[in-house]
């Protein structure tokens, strides 16, 4: 029997919102009136116990429950993915574990109700289920897809392939907590789970603490998931051949009682004692599975439950809610009524989740705190004489890079395609790299602080994961390469921006490969990766420094230590370039944006504003070349893009630890005033866009075009248009 919410006399005030509610269920009053899990306590004592497999039940139920109401409130959201993996979800929470990061982004309202359930969305008062409902979907409320913003959501969810990385960042620098995370069909499908876990797994034997829970339902977003058509068998021996020890399955159809067809089927079809049956094979499999994972043994839980299970629709159907999904559609109104929990349940439920690890998520996450970090003290900074000699510099920075390793047990330096190529082997000999076999030639023993996976992804990910969970880390690249890590790099910088807590900026070093790689032609040319983060510098948090030799780019490093909740991005070259700048203009250019390098007065002045290191060598042999036509020149070298924009021109105010800082109107003119002004860069014109905006003076721009193979980084300069001559003539036309 359904009963409405307006018929109840006495609710718990959570319940506010709840439309429908539903008679004690058969042996309600002996298994699920009394909560097992109370305060002081973090889990479910027995999870053979009857009772502690009937208030599984009750909670995968209540899960469903909310997931489907919530998002029919705005006709909007994911309900189907997550409706079957609610009794593994509810089960790893039974069991004290709710450190559950997940790569599934339409699990969000899932999540949402989980959290709601054990009273963490109260930080953002959200205290019943109509405020929830109100707030799903709704600026500053429960975004569409899993954030930072939410208090207890450990890691943002967004595009597929993900989930694994926050994962095992967090294992890592917490290895006494299990870490679970779920992936669906889709993600599994994605190339990057499996290797990025393989390499994990060698060069980290010892962390298994991370526990894959795949959601198999047979279904992707459309249509049938392309794992669909596999056998158990195949299933497990999938994974088992992809180095897990430990591979636990449960499939609803061995429980099945009502002849369901199909591989798929949905537990909430069955009888209450198969239901019970179902849900206590899953809690056992799911405890079993922690114990393994806990005890050094790479492990993985499947749940094989239709998609859509106990909600609106089955199958692909279910994954997402129309505009005619409201609450007064008939397929809504039926699955919530046939979920409907009585008022009792519900504070069962409640009671659990609150207790269950020790407290609501929201205060007891591993993420909920900030991590404690070893003291840098001051870097064993190396400041060049301007003029002398020519330095490389990465690898002045290789040598702070090398320090705060040695300083920093926690922190992790990660490069697909080695250091060594990068000019940076300094680091590979002072921090080692992770690797099962010790070679001293390669630098190379177990427990190195050096990770080097050949994916980018799995490089992007573990630095980028390990900086949002509060650790110090450094992604090492060749800017042509970048861009198959740049997807995680930059969820987790958009989750920065939003985080409720400090935590170490994801730092980044791209070796400019474009003009020093002329022979190897444009597969290690892409320097258009620079109009990724030219995009992405409006988002406010997003620094990318062009250091102009080996002094600045020892002070970019040293800034970028300092800072929080940023995304900075370091390119510079691995060539032996001249010193143009001490360390006190450095930082003066970290703060404006750009220094003054070089002026020379004339009749006339051309400003040439030059974003990197190589370039500027074109840059000035043009300014002689306009010398010696009586021609004056600045050549303004500029180290910090963002800092050039306009205060309104970026989202900064809308950040965790917001910057502010950009150079004013009259310092601006002081800078790139003039007669005339060419902005030129090796890379994307798009990072010149803060000086184009603000200049009032003819311009144009001389950019990165496309890669070739050449002798020489002068050869593919010319090929791109970048070379003194062209210059000097283009300065000539505009003053003309």
Same mark, same amino acid.
């Given at each position: 029997?359904?009963?409405?919410?307006?018929?109840?006399?006495?609710?718990?005030?959570?319940?506010?919102?709840?439309?429908?509610?539903?008679?004690?269920?058969?042996?309600?009053?002996?298994?699920?009136?009394?909560?097992?899990?109370?305060?002081?306590?973090?889990?479910?004592?027995?999870?053979?116990?009857?009772?502690?497999?009937?208030?599984?039940?009750?909670?995968?139920?209540?899960?469903?429950?909310?997931?489907?109401?919530?998002?029919?409130?705005?006709?909007?959201?994911?309900?189907?993915?997550?409706?079957?993996?609610?009794?593994?979800?509810?089960?790893?929470?039974?069991?004290?574990?709710?450190?559950?990061?997940?790569?599934?982004?339409?699990?969000?309202?899932?999540?949402?109700?989980?959290?709601?359930?054990?009273?963490?969305?109260?930080?953002?008062?959200?205290?019943?289920?109509?405020?929830?409902?109100?707030?799903?979907?709704?600026?500053?409320?429960?975004?569409?897809?899993?954030?930072?913003?939410?208090?207890?959501?450990?890691?943002?969810?967004?595009?597929?392939?993900?989930?694994?990385?926050?994962?095992?960042?967090?294992?890592?620098?917490?290895?006494?907590?299990?870490?679970?995370?779920?992936?669906?069909?889709?993600?599994?499908?994605?190339?990057?789970?499996?290797?990025?876990?393989?390499?994990?797994?060698?060069?980290?034997?010892?962390?298994?603490?991370?526990?894959?829970?795949?959601?198999?339902?047979?279904?992707?977003?459309?249509?049938?998931?392309?794992?669909?058509?596999?056998?158990?068998?195949?299933?497990?021996?999938?994974?088992?051949?992809?180095?897990?020890?430990?591979?636990?399955?449960?499939?609803?159809?061995?429980?099945?009682?009502?002849?369901q067809s199909g591989a798929y089927v949905d537990s909430t079809m069955f009888s209450l004692g198969q239901r019970l049956a179902f849900t206590q094979a899953v809690l056992n499999g799911c405890d079993r599975a922690a114990k393994s994972a806990l005890s050094g043994k790479l492990t993985v839980f499947i749940i094989k439950q239709l998609k859509g299970a106990g909600v609106h629709a089955r199958g692909a159907k279910s994954h997402n809610?129309?505009?005619?999904?409201?609450?007064?559609?008939?397929?809504?109104?039926?699955?919530?009524?046939?979920?409907?929990?009585?008022?009792?349940?519900? @504070?069962?439920?409640?009671?659990?989740? =609150?207790? &269950?690890?020790? +407290?609501? #998520? /929201?205060?007891? *996450?591993?993420?909920? !705190?900030?991590?404690?970090?070893?003291?840098?003290?001051?870097?064993?900074?190396?400041?060049?004489?301007?003029?002398?000699?020519?330095?490389?510099?990465?690898?002045?920075?290789?040598?702070?890079?090398?320090?705060?390793?040695?300083?920093?047990?926690?922190?992790?330096?990660?490069?697909?395609?080695?250091?060594?190529?990068?000019?940076?082997?300094?680091?590979?000999?002072?921090?080692?790299?992770?690797?099962?076999?010790?070679?001293?030639?390669?630098?190379?023993?177990?427990?190195? @602080?050096?990770?080097?996976?050949?994916? =980018?992804? &799995?490089?992007? +990910?573990? #630095? /980028?994961?390990? *900086?949002?969970?509060? !650790?110090?880390?450094?992604?090492?690249?060749?800017?042509?390469?970048?861009?198959?890590?740049?997807?995680?790099?930059?969820?987790?910088?958009?989750?920065?921006?939003?985080?409720?807590?400090?935590?170490?900026?994801?730092?980044?070093?791209?070796?400019?490969?474009?003009?020093?790689?002329?022979?190897?032609?444009?597969?290690?040319?892409?320097?258009?990766?620079?109009?990724?983060?030219?995009?992405?510098?409006?988002?406010?948090?997003?620094?990318?420094?062009?250091?102009?030799?080996?002094?600045?780019?020892?002070?970019?490093?040293?800034? &970028?230590?300092?800072?929080?909740?940023?995304?900075?991005?370091?390119?510079? !070259?691995?060539?032996?370039?001249?010193?143009?700048?001490?360390f006190a203009q450095s930082r003066q250019a970290l703060q404006d944006g750009a220094i003054l390098l070089q002026e020379i007065l004339g009749s006339k002045t051309v400003v040439l504003a030059t974003i990197g290191d190589m370039v500027l060598i074109p840059v000035l042999e043009a300014a002689k070349a306009l010398q010696e036509q009586g021609i004056g020149s600045k050549i303004v070298s500029v180290v910090s893009p963002r800092r050039?924009?306009?205060?309104?021109?970026?989202?900064?105010?809308?950040?965790?630890?917001?910057?502010?800082?950009?150079?004013?109107?009259?310092?601006?003119?002081?800078l790139f005033g003039g007669d005339a002004l060419l902005g030129i860069t090796g890379g994307a014109s798009g990072m010149l866009e803060p000086i184009m905006l603000r200049s009032n003076l003819k311009r144009d721009t001389f950019a990165w075009k496309r890669g070739e193979t050449t002798s020489a980084a002068g050869v593919l300069m010319g090929l791109n248009g970048i070379t003194a001559e062209a210059i000097a003539k283009r300065a000539?036309?505009?003053?003309?």
């Amino acid at each position: 029997m359904v009963i409405t919410a307006d018929a109840i006399k006495s609710l718990p005030t959570f319940c506010e919102g709840i439309q429908y509610f539903g008679e004690p269920i058969d042996g309600f009053e002996v298994l699920g009136k009394s909560p097992l899990i109370q305060p002081g306590q973090k889990a479910i004592a027995d999870p053979n116990a009857e009772a502690a497999v009937f208030q599984t039940m009750l909670a995968a139920d209540a899960l469903r429950y909310l997931t489907l109401q919530v998002t029919a409130s705005k006709s909007s959201g994911h309900p189907g993915g997550f409706a079957s993996s609610v009794e593994a979800f509810a089960s790893l929470f039974m069991l004290g574990h709710k450190n559950i990061p997940t790569e599934v982004g339409h699990h969000a309202p899932g999540f949402y109700s989980a959290m709601f359930l054990d009273r963490s969305l109260e930080q953002m008062d959200i205290h019943n289920v109509a405020q929830m409902r109100e707030r799903f979907r709704e600026l500053h409320g429960l975004l569409g897809h899993l954030s930072g913003y939410i208090p207890g959501i450990l890691s943002p969810a967004g595009p597929l392939g993900q989930g694994q990385h926050f994962a095992m960042a967090a294992a890592w620098l917490h290895r006494d907590k299990l870490i679970p995370f779920t992936m669906g069909d889709g993600g599994m499908g994605e190339p990057y789970p499996m290797s990025a876990i393989a390499h994990f797994n060698t060069s980290f034997p010892e962390v298994t603490n991370f526990l894959p829970v795949l959601v198999w339902n047979g279904f992707s977003q459309e249509h049938h998931s392309m794992v669909s058509t596999k056998t158990n068998e195949e299933m497990l021996a999938y994974w088992r051949g992809n180095g897990f020890a430990e591979v636990i399955l449960i499939d609803a159809k061995d429980f099945d009682d009502q002849d369901q067809s199909g591989a798929y089927v949905d537990s909430t079809m069955f009888s209450l004692g198969q239901r019970l049956a179902f849900t206590q094979a899953v809690l056992n499999g799911c405890d079993r599975a922690a114990k393994s994972a806990l005890s050094g043994k790479l492990t993985v839980f499947i749940i094989k439950q239709l998609k859509g299970a106990g909600v609106h629709a089955r199958g692909a159907k279910s994954h997402n809610l129309y505009a005619y999904h409201n609450l007064e559609n008939q397929e809504i109104v039926d699955a919530l009524q046939s979920l409907a929990l009585s008022p009792e349940a519900w @504070q069962t439920v409640r009671t659990n989740f =609150e207790n &269950a690890g020790g +407290g609501p #998520a /929201a205060q007891t *996450a591993v993420t909920e !705190s900030v991590l404690p970090i070893a003291e840098l003290g001051e870097l064993p900074l190396e400041e060049y004489e301007v003029g002398g000699d020519r330095k490389v510099a990465t690898t002045a920075m290789g040598q702070l890079v090398a320090a705060v390793g040695q300083s920093d047990p926690n922190y992790i330096v990660t490069n697909a395609d080695g250091n060594e190529a990068s000019g940076i082997k300094n680091i590979n000999v002072a921090l080692r790299i992770n690797h099962p076999t010790t070679d001293d030639l390669y630098n190379q023993s177990p427990g190195g @602080q050096v990770y080097e996976p050949l994916s =980018e992804d &799995a490089c992007a +990910g573990f #630095a /980028a994961g390990l *900086a949002l969970m509060g !650790s110090r880390t450094l992604w090492c690249s060749y800017e042509s390469f970048a861009v198959n890590g740049l997807p995680i790099w930059q969820t987790v910088t958009q989750a920065m921006a939003e985080l409720r807590r400090p935590t170490p900026s994801t730092v980044t070093l791209y070796t400019a490969g474009a003009l020093e790689q002329g022979r190897n032609g444009w597969t290690h040319q892409r320097p258009e990766i620079e109009a990724y983060f030219a995009a992405m510098m409006r988002n406010g948090n997003i620094f990318p420094l062009f250091p102009t030799d080996a002094n600045s780019i020892q002070v970019c490093y040293d800034w &970028a230590l300092t800072t929080k909740n940023k995304g900075i991005t370091i390119t510079a !070259s691995k060539t032996p370039l001249p010193i143009h700048t001490t360390f006190a203009q450095s930082r003066q250019a970290l703060q404006d944006g750009a220094i003054l390098l070089q002026e020379i007065l004339g009749s006339k002045t051309v400003v040439l504003a030059t974003i990197g290191d190589m370039v500027l060598i074109p840059v000035l042999e043009a300014a002689k070349a306009l010398q010696e036509q009586g021609i004056g020149s600045k050549i303004v070298s500029v180290v910090s893009p963002r800092r050039l924009y306009r205060v309104h021109d970026t989202a900064w105010e809308t950040c965790s630890e917001p910057d502010g800082g950009f150079l004013d109107e009259a310092r601006f003119e002081k800078l790139f005033g003039g007669d005339a002004l060419l902005g030129i860069t090796g890379g994307a014109s798009g990072m010149l866009e803060p000086i184009m905006l603000r200049s009032n003076l003819k311009r144009d721009t001389f950019a990165w075009k496309r890669g070739e193979t050449t002798s020489a980084a002068g050869v593919l300069m010319g090929l791109n248009g970048i070379t003194a001559e062209a210059i000097a003539k283009r300065a000539m036309e505009l003053l003309a």
